[in-house]
């Protein structure tokens, strides 16, 4: 059995690279902060006897073998880097839930038949880069490298060059370092665990993804002066482009339909509005409904355009179909729960995650532990001492159930 | 007679000062761009022979004797500052027209029975801080020399801290220098005079204005694991209520109602926004409509977020009562304008301008000139070579109009 107490130090200490006054973490996909925590990461795993590789878009692997290693290892894993306001547990959880199963197999003197793996995924969150899960998506061959380098932060600045300047582009050729199967633990960040006092999560699939860049042009004018009929102005029409957007999602539950971020230009009391760059995310299960929701995006948008005598340019940067898991792998932790006496239900993950990608080219699957109101990307993001620890345990056991059988 | 060349040439070249490469200029209140031209401006006043000094909001006051010096000086001025992406024109032109205006009179050798004096307002345009029009009003007494100080930008920074930092933190009290007439030429910034094929405008007064800040509460969330009904978005709210302000203008024309910034916190692309800042400014010629507007205004927004769950803080941050301009100036203008030939209209101004504040402390009047499109607070903001003359002109025939009388 893992040792939960171990868990929640580990949770806690890594929690200050980017600790927030609110008790939350902001720590951006290779700023500073995230290379401290891969510091931290790396010299753990150094200190239990893996063997830590780098690949060229900062994917990190840390390798224990097994009794035969002409297999491939077993993996286990998710990411480090947050959102700006980020809670302690996203993707966290994954990471170092993944080192306390190391440890206790380790503390056990166990030998695993295939050799264990963790890993630490770069820009998972697509907070600072868009799209999400970005190097996993390389390493699965949705993305090649170049197109990860060039993706730019809202200031410019590139993850190709943030890369080099933390120390992490490293020499491995990504997806080159296989493995026969990922189990990545994770918060359920919804409602649903908690709403139903279910301990765990058997996650079978993640739904589909869609996000979209928008950028609203009218014509910067004097609030005082500029008549109101005469105006061309961009944040009314980002304004009701943002309403119809959300009604799309209220229109095809349980799909959801979100606009995160928005840039006003010149952003000044006293101009009109001369230009809006906003950004939607658009997701649902089922990727026929899906289809129908971008099109009703993709028709509102220039409605509203024209309504208001606005220029709008609109493009799809991300789709991410929706994704079933593998059974064999989903079997392991349900075993695995049962086995810890865990109550579980069945669900499919709303929220993207590197598994959804790594599905591609391994077996993959997921197991979620609740969450506070299910909430998350939120530095009041909550999850329990007891909550944590029986997912580690979880995966600790669908993992050794993975290799045995 | 003012010489048209020499002003183009000098609003060409402070032009520089803060010029950008879509051909406008960006010289916020007290940045590093402000002290240039503002040292530029105090070098050309001197090299005419006038005394400059400076009050300790940096307002700037250039002087020439008069024939006969215990009267009070007659003021003309503006401002020198700029939006963030704003022309070449607004503020400067009612500067650099007086400036030309002095000129043409040394040139001449002529002597005003007062002194003339030149005005540059600290702060007119309450971009980078706000209210606007805010060291005049501290002059006219509306506004303490420590509110203005404590006046920060979006970073925090500020203008007390600013005006020192680029020394123009004068050592003369504000308001001491008194002056017995204040003339401000500018553009009008809206599309009147040039549909009506007028050259000067004959301001008679300023509508009134209110500005407003709201921040909306909700809480922030995963866009993709948060079902639509459990939301507390308030994105969506500030852009519901976004569409109701710009209604409140559209009902009560030729009021004008708009929403110039607003902040999206944490601004991430899958992130429910969980706390949006904006800012309200309302505006109409009639006190009593604009009462109405800001009691819709202060309905509709509570209503808004309960609809959607939401919390709400609003405070009014500006109030500037309508203003009327003196007789005897205007007259001074319309008959400056017939001396030189120039078609006239009379009207009120929508922006607001020092003159509004300085209204309370001496007669003033306005004088405008048209602009291209009515665009103004945009950076392709244009006014010709010709009308910049003409208003320049119309300036100086009202200002020795007006010392002659
Ligand atoms: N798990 C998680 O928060 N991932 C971020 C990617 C997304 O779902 O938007
Ligand atoms: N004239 C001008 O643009 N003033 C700025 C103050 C305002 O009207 O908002």
Chains 1, 2 share one sequence.
Request: charged share 25%.
């Amino acid at each position: 059995t893992i040792n939960p107490q171990r868990l929640w130090d580990a949770l806690m200490e890594t929690a200050k690279y980017g600790g927030t006054p609110k008790g939350g973490i902001k720590r951006l996909t290779v700023s500073d902060e995230d290379k401290k925590v891969r510091d931290w990461f790396k010299a753990q795993c150094e200190a239990l006897g893996c063997k830590v590789s780098i690949d060229s878009v900062g994917n990190m692997f840390a390798v224990r073998p097994g009794k035969n290693n002409t297999l491939q290892p077993i993996a286990m894993g998710s990411h480090l880097d947050t959102q700006p306001t980020g809670g302690k547990f996203d993707g966290v959880l994954g990471v170092l839930g993944a080192l306390e199963a190391m440890r206790s197999i380790v503390d056990l003197g166990y030998e695993t038949n295939a050799p264990l793996m963790i890993v630490n995924w770069t820009n998972e969150e697509g907070s600072r880069f868009a799209p999400a899960m970005l190097c996993s998506g390389v390493y699965a061959g949705v993305f090649t490298e170049d197109y990860a380098y060039s993706r730019a932060d809202r200031d410019g600045i590139t993850l190709g060059e943030e890369l080099t300047r933390i120390g992490y582009k490293g020499t491995e050729k990504v997806g080159s370092h296989k493995f026969q199967a990922m189990f990545e633990l994770h918060i359920e960040q919804g409602p649903i665990l908690e709403a139903e006092e279910k301990v765990i999560g058997v996650v079978t699939g993640v739904q589909g993804m869609r996000w979209y860049e928008v950028t609203v042009k009218g014509q910067s004018a004097h609030t005082g002066a500029t008549p109101m009929l005469l105006r061309k102005n961009a944040l009314v029409g980002a304004a009701r482009m943002i309403e119809a957007i959300n009604q799309i999602g209220l229109d095809h539950l349980p799909g959801v339909a979100s606009v995160g971020l928005i840039e006003n230009q010149p952003n000044s009391r006293n101009v009109v509005p001369g230009e809006v760059f906003f950004t939607v995310d658009l997701r649902h299960p089922d990727e026929t409904v899906l289809d129908k929701m971008e099109k009703a995006y993709q028709e509102v948008i220039p409605k509203i355009a024209k309504e208001l005598k606005l220029e709008v340019e609109e493009k799809r940067i991300w789709k991410s179909p929706a994704v079933k898991f593998a059974a064999d792998l989903i079997d392991c932790v349900r075993h695995g729960a049962d086995q810890a006496g865990f109550p579980t239900r069945d669900m499919a993950s709303g929220a993207g995650h590197d598994a959804a990608y790594i599905a591609r080219v391994a077996p993959t699957t997921m197991i979620f532990v609740p969450c506070l109101g299910g909430l998350s990307h939120n530095e009041e993001e909550s999850t329990t001492f007891d909550e944590c620890g029986a997912g580690a345990q979880v995966l600790l056991n669908a993992v050794l159930e993975y290799d045995r059988r």
